[in-house]
């Protein structure tokens, strides 16, 4: 007679005991950091919208350099003098010399076009840090929270690596068959693991800069009544200065509804944004709403660089992976686009079309005729059989 009782299940662990250890958490947290840098592709789409940011500054400012940080500027060095910059960084960008200052501007346009194009980054990053820092020193007046923010992310970022996409360092490095190239001489005895460290340390840092600032405003925002009765942005929107699509700024504050929803949605992603990042799907669901509320300043109220930094900074949140998945998505959609495309040329006749089917205005591509299918020879092995 067989015994048909069942063993004696293992009792539960409780879920408390299942919490990881203390040293098991340092080991894991360790791992994270040294074993290999995360959010590459992230780090390359911040260095080309941080040049990006600062070209929307130094391009339209080109006619009026002088006075805004040259020697025009004499009016705004009693302020700009106050505010205590080391001396050295305000001796880059001469107010007595119009010849020494135009050098020096255009130093920087070269920089940040390098920047933008990735050669040599490493390098390239700190002296660009020196001369944006520099000519923010000439005057007090054209910086906002976006040119702190992004001189503060500039200073983390020398140590991060920028360049493994969209660069000219990528592309040098494909054609090497994936090895970097020669390493300094001071470099060489230094282990991967600190790069590694070094690249994923400014990752916490950035995302802890984007933290700090959605809170601090999410806080502010709760003492004003307008954000609380859904009528920020209508405000914002009738303001003059910042109207420069006034015939677009009308058109949506007066749709009411969606002025209320969007102020809302504002307010309360940015107050709970800390907490939204915990879990994967709210945490791209935040990035995707805050992206388009900054889009929206950046074409509502013209203020792009300050956009541009922010959406940088809010897109470190995104894997590696997750940037694989999308672009392996986009480009499913882009065939199935094209098959249906290269179908409708198929279809002869329908409306629009002229003689033998072709839309009018276009050259329906001559094909051959299709070859007739072969059908397989009997071989001399077969007929015997």
């Known amino acids: 007679m067989t015994d048909t009782r069942t063993p004696e299940q293992p009792p539960r662990t409780p879920r408390l005991g299942r919490i990881p250890s203390p040293a098991r958490l340092w080991t894991g947290l360790s791992g994270w950091l040294t074993e290999r840098k995360h959010s590459t592709i992230s780090f390359s789409v911040m260095r080309v ?18 006075y805004l940080w040259g020697a025009g500027s004499w009016w705004v060095e009693p302020e700009a003098s106050r505010r205590g910059w080391w001396e050295p960084l305000r001796l880059l960008f001469s107010k007595d010399s119009i010849l020494l200052f135009d050098i020096a501007y255009g130093a920087l346009l070269v920089l940040v076009l390098v920047f933008l194009a990735g050669w040599k980054t490493r390098w390239v990053t ?11 020193t000439n005057s007090t007046l054209l910086t906002n929270g976006g040119d702190t923010l992004m001189r503060i992310v500039l200073l983390f970022a020398v140590f991060a ?24 001489r001071w470099l060489r005895s230094v282990p991967a693991w600190v790069s590694n460290w070094a690249h994923n340390t400014v990752l916490i ?3 802890y800069q984007i933290l700090l600032v959605y809170l601090v ?60 990042i915990l879990w994967r799907p709210t945490r791209y669901v935040a990035v995707v709403l805050i992206t388009g509320m900054h889009l929206g300043i950046a074409v509502l109220l013209g203020l792009w660089p300050f956009s541009l930094t922010m959406i940088a900074l809010d897109l470190l949140l995104v894997r590696d992976r997750s ?17 249906v495309i290269d179908d409708a040329w198929a279809v002869d006749g329908g409306a ?9 205005g276009r050259t329906r591509p001559v094909r051959g005729p299709r070859r007739p299918t072969r059908e397989p020879q009997p071989t001399p092995d077969s007929r015997a059989l």
Request: hydrophobic fraction near 50%; charged fraction near 15%; charge should be positive.
């Open 49 to 66: 919208l941080l040049s990006a940011a600062m070209l929307a500054v130094l391009v339209p400012s080109l006619p009026d350099r002088h």
């Open 126 to 136: 700190p002296v660009l840090l020196l001369f944006w820092v520099g000519l923010s």
């Open 161 to 184: 690596d920028l360049s493994s996409h969209f660069s000219v360092d990528a592309w040098l490095r494909r054609r090497r068959g994936g090895v970097s190239g020669p390493r300094p």
């Open 205 to 207: 840092l950035c995302v």
């Open 217 to 276: 405003s999410s806080v502010l925002k709760l003492a004003g009544e307008e954000w609380l009765q859904g009528t920020a942005i209508y405000y914002a929107l009738s303001i003059d200065q910042f109207r420069v699509l006034p015939g677009l700024s009308d058109l949506v504050w007066q749709f009411t509804p969606g002025v209320m929803v969007a102020t809302w949605t504002a307010l309360w992603v940015q107050l709970l944004f800390p907490v939204l």
């Open 323 to 339: 940037w694989t998945r999308a672009w392996g998505g986009a480009r499913r959609v882009g065939r199935a686009a094209r098959r």
């Open 352 to 360: 629009g079309r002229g003689s033998g089917g072709t839309p009018r």
